[in-house]
C-alpha cells in the first residue's frame, strides 16, 4: 500500500473542484516544484513540501507529502517505535529499500529513514512474527520469490532479516492466526504461480515449510477475516486475470477449502472486508483498474456474498480500504485512483448504497493506500503511496461529532421479506416471500459454499404474499444431502436471505 502525498503543481481552484466532486479541465495542472504565479487572480500552485487550502469546509485537509524513496508501490502504517504514535512503512519498488516514516503524533512525519534489503521490495505488512511486544514487518520480495521477515527492536529499527519461500511473483502479504493457535500466520498472493503461500509460525520467529493452494487468475491481493460466522479467518483473493474475486473458507488448521468464485469489474486489484451494513455479515469491496468501478459483495452468512453492485469511483480505481469518514458511524469506502491522481471518497448512506464520490487531489500514479489514525483526534487519516512522484500523501480528516445511529432495520426502504415453513425440513417447505411492488424477482437456493443449488423462480411477479412449495426431491436439488442452505431472494434492487436446513 502507498504512503500520503501532498499535491504538487495544482492550483488551488484545481484542488477545490477536484476535492468537492467537480469535474476538473483536461488540461490540469501537473506537479512540479516550488510556488509559482496562478494564472488566475491569487490562486497558487503548491509544490512539494508545502499544503494547500480548501476554500470550503470539507470531511479533509489538503493533501500533504514527504519523500518516501523511489517508486512506492506499498504503504502500512503502525507504532515501530512504541511512543503511541502511527509509523509508516512504504516499499520503494524502484529500488532495494524500504522507506520508514516516523509519526510525529500530529499528523506529520520525520524524514524518512531507509532500509536496505538488497532486492526489490514489492508488497508488505506488518505483524508478529515472534512474539514479542515490538511491531514486527514482511516485505515481499519478488525477484528472488521469497518474503524477508524483519524483527521490530522497539525503537523504529529492525534486527536482521530471515528469509521464507513464497513462491513465483509474490505481491500482497498479510497476517492472521489460521490454526487457532494464537500464534499470527502469514499468506502471500503469488502472481505467477496462481496460488498463495501459506506460512504457519512454530514460536519464536520460526515457521513451518511454505504450503500452497492454488487460486489461478494471477492474485493481486489478499483479505483475511471471518466471512463464515465459524471463527475461523477466511480468505478473499483478487484475481486479476480474471473478471471474479474468490472466497476461500478457512478449515482451522492452516488450510483452506476450494472456495467460489463472484464477479466484480473485470481486472481487480484490490480487495477489503467489513460489516458495511451492521447485519453482523462480513461485506467484501473490491477495486477494479481495468474495468474503472469499484464493487460490493453484501454477505449473507456462511460465507455467501451476495452479487456484486458497481459504483463508479474514478479513473482507474487501484486500491480500495474502508474507515468511518463522516461521524454516523457507517463504514465508508477510500479509492486511491491512478490515472485521475486521486483519492475518492464514498460515503455510505446505511440503506445498502453509497454516495456519489467526492475527490481529492493526492498526487501522480496512487497505487495503494492504509487509513489510521496519525494525529490522535479519534478520526481516521488517509495515507496513499504515489509511485510517479517518489512520495506519500497525507489526507487528515476531520469527522464531523458522531450523529445519533440509526436503527438498520428501520433506516432502509421498504423491502422483500423471506421465510420458509417447516424448517427443518426432510421432504420439502412452503417458501413465503412478500413483494412491496410488482416487478421482477429472482429467489436462489444456495449451497453453504456459496455453490448455485438451483432457481426457483426469476422472472416478473406481482405485488404482496408470494408461495413456492419446494420438495427436496424434485428438480436440480433432488436427492439434496442433510446440511445448511441459504434462500437468497432478489427483488427492487435489495435483498432478503434465509437459511434452510436439510435433514434426511
Same mark, same amino acid.
Given at each position: 500500500?502507498?504512503?500520503?502525498?501532498?499535491?504538487?503543481?495544482?492550483?488551488?481552484?484545481?484542488?477545490?473542484?477536484?476535492?468537492?466532486?467537480?469535474?476538473?479541465?483536461?488540461?490540469?495542472?501537473?506537479?512540479?516544484?516550488?510556488?509559482?504565479?496562478?494564472?488566475?487572480?491569487?490562486?497558487?500552485?503548491?509544490?512539494?513540501?508545502?499544503?494547500?487550502?480548501?476554500?470550503?469546509?470539507?470531511?479533509?485537509?489538503?493533501?500533504?507529502?514527504?519523500?518516501?524513496?523511489?517508486?512506492?508501490?506499498?504503504?502500512?502504517?503502525?507504532?515501530? =517505535?512504541? =511512543?503511541?504514535?502511527?509509523?509508516?512503512?512504504?516499499?520503494?519498488?524502484?529500488?532495494?529499500?524500504?522507506?520508514?516514516?516516523?509519526?510525529?503524533?500530529?499528523?506529520? %512525519?520525520?524524514? @524518512?529513514?531507509?532500509?536496505?534489503?538488497?532486492?526489490?521490495?514489492?508488497?508488505?505488512? %506488518?505483524?508478529?512474527?515472534?512474539?514479542?511486544?515490538?511491531?514486527?514487518?514482511?516485505?515481499?520480495?519478488?525477484?528472488?520469490?521469497?518474503?524477508?521477515?524483519?524483527?521490530?527492536?522497539?525503537?523504529?529499527? %529492525?534486527?536482521?532479516?530471515?528469509?521464507?519461500?513464497?513462491?513465483?511473483?509474490?505481491?500482497?502479504?498479510?497476517?492472521?492466526?489460521?490454526?487457532?493457535?494464537?500464534?499470527?500466520?502469514?499468506?502471500?498472493?503469488?502472481?505467477?504461480?496462481?496460488?498463495?503461500?501459506?506460512?504457519?509460525?512454530?514460536?519464536?520467529?520460526?515457521?513451518?515449510?511454505?504450503?500452497?493452494?492454488?487460486?489461478?487468475?494471477?492474485?493481486?491481493?489478499?483479505?483475511?477475516?471471518?466471512?463464515?460466522?465459524?471463527?475461523?479467518?477466511?480468505?478473499?483473493?483478487?484475481?486479476?486475470?480474471?473478471?471474479?474475486?474468490?472466497?476461500?473458507?478457512?478449515?482451522?488448521?492452516?488450510?483452506?477449502?476450494?472456495?467460489?468464485?463472484?464477479?466484480?469489474?473485470?481486472?481487480?486489484?484490490?480487495?477489503?472486508? @467489513?460489516?458495511?451494513?451492521?447485519?453482523?455479515?462480513?461485506?467484501?469491496?473490491?477495486?477494479?483498474?481495468?474495468?474503472?468501478?469499484?464493487?460490493?459483495?453484501?454477505?449473507?452468512?456462511?460465507?455467501?456474498?451476495?452479487?456484486?453492485?458497481?459504483?463508479? @469511483?474514478?479513473?482507474?480505481?487501484?486500491?480500495?480500504?474502508?474507515?468511518?469518514?463522516?461521524?454516523?458511524?457507517?463504514?465508508?469506502?477510500?479509492?486511491?485512483?491512478?490515472?485521475?491522481?486521486?483519492?475518492?471518497?464514498?460515503?455510505?448512506?446505511?440503506?445498502?448504497?453509497?454516495?456519489?464520490?467526492?475527490?481529492?487531489?493526492?498526487?501522480?500514479?496512487?497505487?495503494?493506500?492504509?487509513?489510521?489514525?496519525?494525529?490522535?483526534?479519534?478520526?481516521?487519516?488517509?495515507?496513499?503511496?504515489?509511485?510517479?512522484?517518489?512520495?506519500?500523501?497525507?489526507?487528515?480528516?476531520?469527522?464531523?461529532?458522531?450523529?445519533?445511529?440509526?436503527?438498520?432495520?428501520?433506516?432502509?426502504?421498504?423491502?422483500?421479506?423471506?421465510?420458509?415453513?417447516?424448517?427443518?425440513?426432510?421432504?420439502?417447505?412452503?417458501?413465503? %416471500?412478500?413483494?412491496?411492488?410488482?416487478?421482477?424477482?429472482?429467489?436462489?437456493?444456495?449451497?453453504?459454499?456459496?455453490?448455485?443449488?438451483?432457481?426457483?423462480?426469476?422472472?416478473?411477479?406481482?405485488?404482496?404474499?408470494?408461495?413456492?412449495?419446494?420438495?427436496?426431491?424434485?428438480?436440480?436439488?433432488?436427492?439434496?444431502?442433510?446440511?445448511?442452505?441459504?434462500?437468497?431472494?432478489?427483488?427492487?434492487?435489495?435483498?432478503?436471505?434465509?437459511?434452510?436446513?436439510?435433514?434426511?
Amino acid at each position: 500500500m502507498r504512503a500520503w502525498i501532498c499535491i504538487l503543481g495544482l492550483t488551488l481552484a484545481a484542488a477545490t473542484a477536484q476535492a468537492t466532486g467537480i469535474s476538473v479541465p483536461d488540461d490540469r495542472p501537473t506537479l512540479g516544484a516550488g510556488i509559482d504565479a496562478a494564472a488566475e487572480g491569487d490562486a497558487r500552485v503548491i509544490r512539494a513540501g508545502a499544503c494547500a487550502f480548501w476554500p470550503q469546509e470539507t470531511n479533509f485537509d489538503p493533501a500533504c507529502y514527504h519523500d518516501a524513496g523511489p517508486g512506492p508501490s506499498c504503504v502500512d502504517a503502525g507504532d515501530l =517505535d512504541g =511512543d503511541g504514535h502511527p509509523d509508516l512503512a512504504v516499499a520503494d519498488s524502484d529500488s532495494d529499500t524500504i522507506a520508514l516514516l516516523r509519526g510525529v503524533g500530529d499528523g506529520s %512525519f520525520a524524514a @524518512a529513514v531507509f532500509e536496505d534489503l538488497d532486492q526489490v521490495p514489492e508488497g508488505l505488512a %506488518f505483524g508478529d512474527i515472534n512474539g514479542d511486544p515490538h511491531l514486527d514487518l514482511a516485505v515481499t520480495l519478488p525477484s528472488i520469490d521469497e518474503v524477508a521477515l524483519l524483527p521490530g527492536n522497539g525503537d523504529g529499527t %529492525f534486527g536482521a532479516a530471515s528469509f521464507a519461500i513464497a513462491g513465483d511473483g509474490p505481491n500482497a502479504v498479510a497476517f492472521g492466526d489460521l490454526n487457532g493457535d494464537h500464534l499470527p500466520d502469514i499468506v502471500i498472493a503469488n502472481r505467477w504461480s496462481d496460488d498463495l503461500a501459506i506460512l504457519l509460525s512454530a514460536g519464536g520467529g520460526a515457521f513451518e515449510p511454505t504450503a500452497f493452494h492454488g487460486v489461478g487468475g494471477r492474485p493481486r491481493s489478499l483479505a483475511l477475516a471471518d466471512l463464515t460466522g465459524d471463527q475461523i479467518l477466511d480468505c478473499v483473493v483478487a484475481l486479476n486475470s480474471t473478471a471474479t474475486i474468490k472466497m476461500l473458507p478457512g478449515l482451522g488448521d492452516g488450510r483452506f477449502g476450494s472456495g467460489s468464485h463472484y464477479d466484480v469489474g473485470f481486472g481487480p486489484m484490490s480487495v477489503a472486508v @467489513a460489516d458495511l451494513d451492521r447485519d453482523l455479515c462480513a461485506d467484501v469491496v473490491v477495486a477494479s483498474p481495468t474495468a474503472g468501478n469499484v464493487s460490493v459483495l453484501y454477505g449473507l452468512g456462511a460465507g455467501v456474498l451476495d452479487d456484486a453492485v458497481a459504483y463508479t @469511483a474514478g479513473e482507474e480505481p487501484y486500491a480500495i480500504a474502508i474507515g468511518e469518514f463522516s461521524g454516523d458511524r457507517w463504514p465508508d469506502l477510500a479509492v486511491s485512483n491512478r490515472a485521475s491522481n486521486d483519492l475518492a471518497v464514498l460515503y455510505n448512506t446505511g440503506d445498502r448504497g453509497f454516495s456519489d464520490p467526492e475527490f481529492y487531489p493526492v498526487g501522480p500514479a496512487p497505487e495503494t493506500l492504509v487509513i489510521s489514525d496519525l494525529n490522535d483526534d479519534l478520526a481516521p487519516d488517509v495515507v496513499t503511496a504515489n509511485y510517479d512522484s517518489d512520495d506519500v500523501a497525507v489526507l487528515l480528516c476531520h469527522t464531523p461529532a458522531p450523529q445519533a445511529v440509526p436503527d438498520p432495520h428501520h433506516s432502509r426502504r421498504p423491502g422483500p421479506s423471506l421465510s420458509a415453513w417447516p424448517n427443518p425440513t426432510r421432504s420439502g417447505t412452503t417458501i413465503r %416471500f412478500d413483494l412491496p411492488h410488482a416487478g421482477p424477482a429472482r429467489l436462489r437456493l444456495f449451497g453453504a459454499d456459496g455453490r448455485l443449488i438451483e432457481t426457483l423462480c426469476d422472472g416478473q411477479r406481482s405485488s404482496g404474499r408470494q408461495e413456492i412449495l419446494w420438495r427436496t426431491h424434485h428438480g436440480e436439488s433432488g436427492g439434496l444431502p442433510s446440511g445448511i442452505y441459504f434462500l437468497r431472494l432478489n427483488a427492487e434492487g435489495l435483498s432478503a436471505s434465509e437459511r434452510l436446513i436439510r435433514l434426511q
